[in-house]
Structure formats: structure tokens, C-alpha cells
């Protein structure tokens, strides 16, 4: 029982720039990972970035130096700063978790999406 909100996406103008926030919540013994994935029109969902518990952090080659994933191990809060934004960065952008409760498996959860669109 996770529970995922996003907020932070909208229209913004090349070269912008735009910051997303995920709140999760729920049954959590351990957070295992934060990330975000996106999304865009006729691809497959691809991963953005993503910050483990100990605090490691992979960005995808296509935004690094340009986005910034951090966490909030306290309020198990992840956010993605993002700047320098292109026409190539409108996508449906996906806040992901990988938890376990005390005694059962790791799960995979997944937030409703925020729609980032970067256009003139």
C-alpha cells in the first residue's frame, strides 16, 4: 500500500526550466530506490534518474548536467530539477519507488504521471 504524488509539471519554453516533487507514503520498512522515468508520445518509457537509499545516483546520458535528482530520506520525498529543457524532454514523466514492507518482497510503485511539455 504506496501511495505516490506528483506535482511540478506544465508548459514551459525551451531552455526553461522546471522542478517536479513525488511524495510517497504508506507501509514502508525500507525505501529502496527513488526515480523517475518519462515517457514521450510513441517511445517507451525510459528511466531519467534515479537516487538509491545510499544515496547513489544514475542519470540518463540524455539529461545529465541538465537534471537533478535529490531525496528526502526524512519525508521520503523525491524531487527532479530540471533546466536547459528541449522539445525532446515533453514527455509523461512517471515518479517510481522500490519498497518493502517489514516481512514481504520488494514491490515496484508507480505515481498517476505529470505531464512536462517544453514548446514555444
Known amino acids: 500500500q504506496v501511495q505516490l504524488v506528483e506535482s511540478g509539471g506544465g508548459l514551459v519554453q525551451p531552455g526553461g526550466s522546471l522542478k517536479l516533487s513525488c511524495v510517497v507514503s504508506?507501509?514502508?520498512?525500507?525505501?529502496?530506490?527513488m526515480a523517475w522515468y518519462r515517457q514521450a508520445l510513441g517511445k517507451q518509457r525510459e528511466l531519467v534518474a534515479r537516487?538509491?537509499?545510499?544515496?547513489?545516483?544514475l542519470y540518463a546520458d540524455s539529461v545529465k548536467g541538465r537534471f537533478t535528482i535529490s531525496a528526502d530520506n526524512v519525508k521520503n520525498t523525491v524531487t527532479l530539477q530540471m533546466k536547459s529543457l528541449t522539445p525532446e524532454d515533453t514527455a509523461v514523466y512517471y515518479c517510481?519507488?522500490?519498497?518493502?514492507?517489514?516481512?514481504?518482497?520488494?514491490?515496484?510503485?508507480w505515481g498517476q504521471g505529470t505531464q512536462v511539455t517544453v514548446s514555444p
Open positions: 504508506g507501509s514502508i520498512y525500507r525505501l529502496y530506490a
Open positions: 537516487i538509491s537509499s545510499g544515496g547513489t545516483i
Open positions: 517510481n519507488v522500490i519498497t518493502s514492507t517489514f516481512s514481504g518482497p520488494q514491490t515496484d510503485d
